[in-house]
């Protein structure tokens, strides 16, 4: 069976950057990228540079997480370009993504927070809803294909604040408690994969450190130089993680060194 590879959001940030190294490090394996609008400007944006890239293998599509919709249109749609007799998704990126920081309760605002639950929590589980059933199944034949992990991985974007144990600063409620259920539904599916799929295929979150874009900009002259990453950096370090985690390190969240954060 052939591969593919899903990333959603790819109009920016670590979204485009993971959507063009897969494009350049993977021979064959066809990219489906994600865009809430200005499909042709996406795809021009993942393309630009890619010299000898076959432009056929990106398939851009219009997924907003907050239109449940489009986000069933989009696994229809590639219901159509992959047939699931002969294709399997072998690597998914879920990185929707929204922060209003809150420093203290009262600046909490309803709409804000609803908005980030919405983005942040119910995106990925959306996305879980109409693209796990492309995954193998136990019965699949996964292959071994350059570029990508040994075995099939749906990669959910979390953020070490997520991390319950780890929290020693506060603030942050809406942002936080939206990244920690990720992490929650992040075990829960990779529960619900080892029984449908056994070793083909395991989910996993990851925190990306702080990085250079829209989400963090506010933050930006918080952080140490060295400590605030550009999405290149962050996405070349993500990879890494992905295509290094064994069975064991299955439904749980990984920091952009490889390290496990903490539940």
């Not at 590639?78 to 009262?106: I, N, V």
Request: aromatic residues 8%; proline residues 6%; contains cysteine.
């Amino acid at each position: 069976m052939k591969p593919w590879c899903l990333v959603t959001p790819a109009s920016r940030g670590i979204g485009l950057q993971v959507a063009r190294r897969l494009l350049a490090e993977t021979k064959s394996v066809p990219v489906v990228a994600t865009a809430r609008e200005d499909l042709d400007q996406t795809r021009e944006s993942i393309l630009s540079g890619l010299d000898g890239v076959e432009e056929e293998r990106l398939h851009v599509l219009r997924a907003d997480v907050l239109d449940e919709s489009t986000v069933e249109e989009a696994a229809a749609e590639c219901s159509k370009l992959f047939s699931k007799k002969d294709h399997y998704l072998h690597l998914s990126f879920a990185l929707p993504g929204l922060l209003f920081p809150e420093k203290s309760p009262t600046q909490i605002d309803y709409d804000k927070a609803l908005l980030t639950f919405q983005t942040n929590t119910l995106g990925p589980l959306l996305l879980l809803k109409h693209f796990s059933p492309f995954l193998p199944r136990k019965g699949t034949k996964v292959d071994s294909t350059e570029g990508l992990p040994p075995r099939a991985v749906w990669a959910t974007m979390s953020a070490r604040v997520g991390s319950i144990s780890d929290n020693k600063l506060g603030g942050w409620y809406s942002y936080r408690a939206s990244k920690a259920a990720v992490n929650q539904i992040t075990k829960t599916f990779d529960n619900h994969l080892r029984t449908s799929a056994g070793d083909n295929a395991m989910a996993i979150a990851l925190h990306p450190g702080t990085v250079k874009t829209g989400l963090s900009k506010e933050f930006w002259g918080n952080v140490k130089e060295e400590k605030l990453f550009s999405p290149e950096f962050a996405t070349d370090k993500l990879l890494e993680v992905i295509r290094s985690r064994g069975v064991d390190d299955r439904g749980k969240c990984w920091d952009w060194k490889g390290e496990e954060v903490p539940p």
